[in-house]
């Protein structure tokens, strides 16, 4: 590791690296998952999605799942979330069994999920209204949300009124409103243009950043540019059957700059590295797929 | 940089709202053209009919002419106590059916939405029912029901129940997964689910149903009228007909579909009250 550099990180370890059992929020053990789909031939194509995945995340550490699409890694989001159930292997988060609609996880999706019928505020308190939280903690917490997303004054807009950005801000708001010490991430900026995603990547790191303590967040991505912006743990999955390939630090210094950390050379450097780990599963995942279709 | 790039998007978007505000200037001046029109074809198509008469090109004892027509209608019909006191049996008869239907068809569509096996199990039994030629039932029920308010009603509800039924349910197919999975992603039951995404999303549909289940309470109610009824204006139309004084029966038909204009009005306001967060 270069010494003085502009964006290293000068602490060798990050707090929690899965090392000491007493930060870790996250714990996936020998997870594998497998389904059905229909082929061509009438019978059924066995996919195996997850092969045994095994990791853990650290309190208050930023970790990105990327693989080539298809490889398992919403499946493994989903789980965690509780919104399925994975075939065989453990996933425990916080000390608990992963269920749908815990008050410590708080889950983003792909697409922003914006209520078409409810104005922007009354879509960022919907969720804490499932929450419970009560109504005037509720308009206050929104209002400063909206404020820190650069949505003040579209407080009464309907989604239909807002561009695809400023929609996804909202969904932010919305997240970072139910104050959930653990963020699921699939893929937020997933269908955004570079320049929004850029400006969103930032925003939702000064928003993690903020916070007393600091969110654990996952997060998928096929992005990784995206991921080593982001993450302080990129973990690369290979494509049919889905595995941990690699699970690599970024040790880029925080608070991060995703503009200016692009033309450093120490980017670059981890860049490329984890590029040969996926570049080599994007090229193989053609062939590899052709052969799950026979 | 961070307050630049929200700013940026920001100003954006002021500019969309100017041009928002062009747009509904011109939207105006639009309508405003379009009524003109709408005026001037009327008035072409009631010239044209009263000439097709007066110049005997058709049989005026059978197309009558509208001189005859509005003048019956606007002279002793209004005036006197026959046309109101059928309206008055009708319109009741059309409320309470448009009422009992939507309510009964909403109903039974929301419980097909939110459990999915009741429609399955039902769905031969509704296919086969809403395929009745239930207009043709008219004299059957007239000889169940009587004569009375009783008949027209069941006859219409029996129109009304299965459009309402079938376009809620469809409004309830349409739910966007993405909302119900983040709903359970928050912990929502499914009834909270069920009042917060599954209703709102059915709602344009519900809607469009109510606004076709008005047109048909009218069709239901006059048409029990005209097989057999003591009130209403569908006797009345009927009356005149075997009478041969066509005039009056158009000018019954003309201040029927006044109301039912009056009333469909009326519900695409509520419409695009309730609908307002689709229009923009």
Redesign the interface.
Known sequence: MKQQSAILETLPELPGDGKSAASVVLRIESVSHEYYLDSAGGGETRVHALDDISFTVGQGEFVSLVGPSGCGKTTLLNSI???NTVGSGAITLAGQPPR????D???M?A?D?L????RTIDNVT??ME??GVPQAERRDRARHLLDR??LA??EMA?P????R??RQRAALARTFALKSPILLMDEPFGALDAQ?KL?LE??LL?LWEEGEQRTTVLFVTHDLHEAVILSDRVLVFSRSPGRLKADTRIPFRRPR?P?GMQGTSDYHEVFSKLWADLGTELLSSTSSAAGAVR | ???E???L??S??AHKVRRATVARRSRSRRRMVILACQVLVAVVALLIWQLCATEKLLDPTVISSPGAVFGYLFGEALEGRELWINTYYTMIATVISFGVGSVLGIAAGLICVQFPILEEIGDPFVTLMNSFPRIALAPLFVVWFGIGVLSKVVLAVSVIFFILMLTTIAGGRGVDR??I????????GPW?IFG??TL?SA?PSIFAGLKLGLIYAFLGVIVGEMIASEHGLGQEAMKYSNLFQMNRVLAVLFFLATITTLLATIMTMIERHV?R??R?
């Open positions: 979330a509780g919104l749908a609609g815990r008050n996880v708080a889950y999706f697409t999920c209520l078409p019928w409810r919907f969720a499932v929450r997303v650069g004054g579209f309907y239909s009124q807002l561009s950005g400023m929004t400006i930032q925003l000064s700059d503009l | 940089m961070q307050v790039a929200s700013v998007s920001i954006g978007n993405n909302l999975a983040l709903c359970r992603s928050l912990g929502a909270k917060s995404i709102p709602a609908l967060w689709q923009l």
